[in-house]
Nanobody
Framework: VQLQASGGGLVQAGGSLRLSCAAS????????MGWFRQGPGMEREFVAA??????HFADSVKGRFTISRDNAKNTVYLQMNMLKPEDTAVYYCASRFGRVNSGSLYSGHVYNYWGQGTLVTVSS
C-alpha cells in the first residue's frame, strides 16, 4: 500500500489549507486513516483519524480541523482552518486495514502504512 500526501504549503496565521492522502495498492479502503505531524525539534504527534465512520482529534486542533474520507477514491482529507504558527510541521498520513480500539488511535504504532509527509508552514 502506498500513501501519497499532498496539499501542504505556506499560509498566514488564520488561514486554511486542505491536505489530501490517497491510498493505492489494494482494492479495499483502509479501515483507519489518520494524520500525524512533527514540528521542528518535536516528537511526532497525533492530529486526527477516521476510524470506520467515527472521527477523533487531538485537543490542540479540535474545533479547527476536520477529517473526512472518500472511500470511492481511497482518500482522506484534513481540512485545517484558523491555522496557528504552532501548527507548522510536516504532516504524515497513516493507515491500517484492521479495526482498532479508539484509545489506540493516538499511537503511531497501530498504523501499518505511512505516507511521505507534506510540509505545512504557518507564518505569524
Amino acid at each position: 500500500v502506498q500513501l501519497q500526501a499532498s496539499g501542504g504549503g505556506l499560509v498566514q496565521a488564520g488561514g486554511s489549507l486542505r491536505l489530501s492522502c490517497a491510498a493505492s495498492g489494494r482494492t479495499l479502503s483502509p479501515y483507519v486513516m489518520g494524520w500525524f505531524r512533527q514540528g521542528p525539534g518535536m516528537e511526532r504527534e497525533f492530529v486526527a483519524a477516521v476510524n470506520g465512520g467515527t472521527t477523533h482529534f487531538a485537543d490542540s486542533v479540535k474545533g479547527r480541523f476536520t477529517i473526512s474520507r472518500d472511500n470511492a477514491k481511497n482518500t482522506v482529507y484534513l481540512q485545517m482552518n484558523m491555522l496557528k504558527p504552532e501548527d507548522t510541521a510536516v504532516y504524515y498520513c497513516a493507515s491500517r486495514f484492521g479495526r482498532v480500539n479508539s484509545g489506540s488511535l493516538y499511537s503511531g504504532h497501530v498504523y501499518n502504512y505511512w505516507g511521505q509527509g507534506t510540509l505545512v508552514t504557518v507564518s505569524s
